[in-house]
């Protein structure tokens, strides 16, 4: 039944299928040993803050002893660089940052007897007279691409401001947002999101809205992680997305105001402020920010009922289904957090992160029915208004400590997290079997009170063992509850009746248990990374309506490897191997009904297992300006939205179910150039093939398409204050499941203008020029012949402006413990 591992209750482990991996694991870790001391030339160093923070993208020149440049590097997330394959000779290193005084070494002398030289932790400090300057001149490209992930500085970008968290990663290259809010990376689905390092704890349909109240002017980046390691939880079969909010680092105090409004088809406004108080040893921060968002869709049905059951031939009845919505949302976000360096060695921070809203679902639905000879049997007409509110909160506790011994580090994270979701939804429909007939009318009413609680700890220990291999390893756990209950009431004789076949009490609790060991070694022109993980996962789901229980117990290895090799000063190349999971958001285990009308519906599946994903990434950087990515991907038991369908009743719904697999592989090339001084752009263009098999009851089929995106940004500086940006992208037709996407692309444009000695700045943003993000989808499967158009709101033009005061910020982020669970929590149910 499972095509996975398992330790079940009371079995004992098949060994010979865990073999293969610690065989793996252990000849690497040995040989790695074995090789150490054969190492060509080399420099290495970590550069840090003054509190013992990495610089990452800090900029690091080799140079010769009279200041001449050899080659230049950026340090990683964790403040690393490495200069390998050196000759015998002196040299320097120059490091660089925005914000901070240049640093630069002494001369280092690489002899027969000194072949690799380690520098340890290289500080930086800040440089206050940079910091307050009006005229900063060096700034971050909006995209940076590194051998295995890619950056988008939001913070640079004219096109971010007026715009929501959700609508910045539909800009992103190799990233796609489907109109229910489902993210896919380079074609493929189960990404997972993180905010601050931390997941948000929610259905994908509910990120989608956290996403949308999300003002843009909070965040600071998004990084996208292809290929993450060992040390992150293995959920996330394409990969994970971090959100980063802004948090100033700078001493003294500092802050930000912004506010932004325009309209699509409705009005659309937010402001917000964060404000900053560092000194020696303490920093206490804070921001709210609240928006409106209008929005009104168009959705059209087509369904084609045939008479044998069997998509063939002529239709016998068609069911044509339009639908206008008006979904005005609310949301406040703000997070207050302090940091106190107990002294040196030790830090203690505390982080709180909220989100209340409210969203309102008030749509009109048209359901007309024809037989083949369009006369017709049946006019429906429904109104859905259903008002929900949430409560999003999360507290973190965290703690560093810095051992005296270079790069060797203990932390520790304890969060706590409490969601709470209420939806009041009332359906009513008028029907009339035909022009003659009166109408009869149904009313239906449902209210939905969910709480999910989720409760993380989690420990990291780092070390560095001689002058080339670095370890790290760590411990987590999490357990979740979730309370979800279900309340249906139809109209009947004038009174509320209990609907005892839609209403449903589901109860869910799971604990995922881990452990990670991650090898970092490098050898004379490449650097090994091996790493594996552990996860071991206690799922309890209990119908209370029907007394069904569903329990699993499960064991899951989840290996990674890295080979980064250097050829020469232009070339550096990676091969990279992962095997990843995707376990259903618990929304999804929740077997209850979403009424669009009485003949459209949503359902969940609480059958669902997790699917598995074994990945391989071929990476080539040139220049550091050209990146070409090959990569290939099984998953088996993948989760996809399907529909089915009720001939006799007319009825069509959709649920979630694991297909048999899906098999995608491409090649993608991302290109950073700069046409002219005032003119710079970064391209990125993706081909690849998903292929789809398997279906329901194991019925064979096969559902492929090769397809490409293109995503082109582009930044001019028109002189005196002025810039601008241009985006554009196009997506091609694709394949989800048992369905086929219609291609669809969009073109944006911003304008800026800074103020205030550039303390401050006027944006104006056209989103979508041409109203062209059109999602359109077709299905034809056994008996289901259907064609959706989704008309989205996505034209709009925003004006905003922002002001900052104080010092200029330098953005640093603290990632807290619980960063796999909320994905998945469905806080309706």
Avoid at 104 to 117: G, L, M, N, S, Y
Avoid at 132 to 160: A, F, G, H, W, Y
Avoid at 338 to 353: K, S, W
Wanted: a positive charge.
């Amino acid at each position: 039944m499972y095509r996975f591992l398992s330790f079940a209750s009371g079995k004992n482990p098949d060994v010979s299928k865990l073999l293969p991996y610690f065989l793996l694991f252990f000849m690497c870790f040995f040989t790695s040993k074995t090789v150490l001391a054969q190492s060509d030339p080399a420099i290495n160093g970590v550069v840090v803050m003054e509190n013992g923070t990495p610089v990452e993208f800090a900029s690091v020149a080799l140079q010769d002893v009279e200041g001449k440049g050899i080659k230049g590097t950026l340090t990683d997330s964790l403040g690393r660089f490495s200069f390998p394959a050196l000759q015998h000779g002196k040299y320097r290193v120059k490091i660089s940052n925005m914000g901070y005084i240049t640093h630069q070494t002494d001369i280092i002398q690489i002899t027969v007897q000194h072949r690799i030289i380690g520098l340890g932790r290289l500080k930086l400090i800040e440089d206050t007279r940079s910091l307050n300057s009006v005229n900063i001149s060096v700034q971050k490209k909006i995209i940076e691409q590194s051998i295995d992930n890619m950056t988008i500085n939001v913070e640079n970008s004219i096109l971010s401001e007026g715009n929501t968290a959700l609508e910045l990663l539909q800009r992103a290259p190799g990233i796609k947002v489907d109109d229910e809010g489902k993210i896919s990376l380079k074609g493929r689905v189960g990404v997972n999101v993180m905010i601050n390092g931390k997941f948000t704890y929610l259905s994908p349909a509910e990120l989608s809205i956290l996403l949308k109240g999300t003002n843009s002017a909070s965040v600071s980046k998004i990084e996208i992680m292809a290929n993450p390691s060992a040390k992150y939880d293995a959920a996330g079969n394409a990969g994970i997305i971090n959100i980063v909010m802004k948090k100033s680092q700078v001493k003294g105090m500092n802050g930000s105001v912004s506010v932004n409004g325009g309209a699509g088809r409705k009005a659309r406004y937010g402001s917000g402020f964060s404000l900053n108080y560092k000194n020696a040893g303490f920093n206490v921060y804070g921001s709210y920010n609240y928006a409106y968002r209008g929005e009104t869709e168009y959705l059209d049905f087509s369904r084609r009922f045939y008479t044998n059951g069997i998509v063939s031939g002529n239709y016998d009845r068609i069911s044509n289904q339009h639908t206008e919505t008006n979904e005005p949302l609310n949301t406040n976000n703000f997070r207050v957090g302090m940091d106190v360096d107990l002294d040196p060695q030790n830090t203690i921070g505390f982080l709180i992160n909220g989100n209340i809203g409210k969203y309102l679902h008030d749509s009109k639905t048209s359901n007309i029915l024809q037989n083949q000879d369009g006369i017709v049997q049946s006019d429906m007409a429904t109104t859905n208004y259903d008002q929900q509110n949430w409560s999003n909160l999360t507290y973190n506790l965290n703690y560093l400590h810095k051992f005296k011994k270079e790069a060797r580090t203990f932390s520790a994270d304890v969060d706590f997290a409490s969601n709470s979701f209420t939806s009041r939804l009332n359906l009513d429909t008028y029907t009339a079997a035909n022009p003659s007939t009166p109408p009869q009318t149904s009313n239906r009413k449902g209210y939905v009170p969910a709480k999910t609680e989720v409760y993380v700890g989690k420990a990291d220990y780092t070390d560095q063992l001689g002058k080339t291999i670095k370890i790290e390893t760590g411990l987590k756990s999490s357990f979740i509850t979730s309370d979800n209950n279900l309340v249906y009431q139809n109209l009947t004789n004038a009174a509320w009746v209990y609907d005892a076949a839609g209403s449903n009490y589901f109860k869910y609790k799971e604990q995922i248990h881990a452990a990670y060991l991650n090898l970092n070694h490098e050898f004379k022109t490449f650097t090994v990374q091996l790493g594996l993980r552990g996860e071991y996962t206690h799922t309890l789901g209990n119908q209370v309506t029907t007394g069904s229980v569903l329990k699993r117990n499960y064991f899951q290895l989840f290996p990674n490897l890295a080979l980064n090799k250097t050829a020469g000063e232009n070339n550096q190349f990676q091969l990279a191997y992962s095997r990843r999971i995707q376990r259903p958001d618990y929304g999804d285990l929740n077997p209850f009904r979403v009424f669009r009308d009485p003949l459209l519906y949503y359902e969940r599946n609480p059958y669902l297992t997790p699917e598995l994903t074994q990945n391989i990434v071929l990476s080539h950087i040139f220049k550091s300006k050209y990146t070409t990515v090959l990569n290939y991907s099984r998953t088996t038991d993948v989760i996809t939205w399907v529909s089915g369908q009720i001939d006799n009743l007319n009825t069509t719904y959709e649920r979630p179910q694991n297909l048999k697999s899906l098999v995608n592989y491409g090649v993608s090339f991302t290109g950073q150039t700069d046409y002219f001084s005032w003119w710079t752009a970064t391209n990125f263009v993706n081909i690849y093939d998903n292929i789809y098999r398997g279906g329901e009851d194991a019925e064979e089929f096969k559902n492929s398409q090769v397809s490409f995106t293109i995503n082109t940004q582009n930044s001019f500086k028109l002189g005196n204050g002025f810039s601008a940006e241009l985006n554009a992208y196009y997506n091609s037709k694709s394949v989800y499941g048992i369905s086929t996407e219609k291609a669809y692309h969009a073109v944006s444009a911003a304008f800026q203008k800074k103020l205030l000695k550039d303390k401050a700045s006027i944006k104006l943003l056209v989103n979508d020029i041409f109203q062209s993000s059109q999602y359109k989808q077709v299905t034809r499967y056994q008996n289901i012949d259907m064609y959706s158009h989704v008309n989205v709101d996505g034209r709009r033009v925003m004006l905003s402006f922002s002001c900052r005061f104080g010092n200029s910020f330098n953005v640093k982020e603290r990632r807290s413990g619980n960063d796999d669970i909320q994905n998945r929590v469905k806080g309706g149910g």
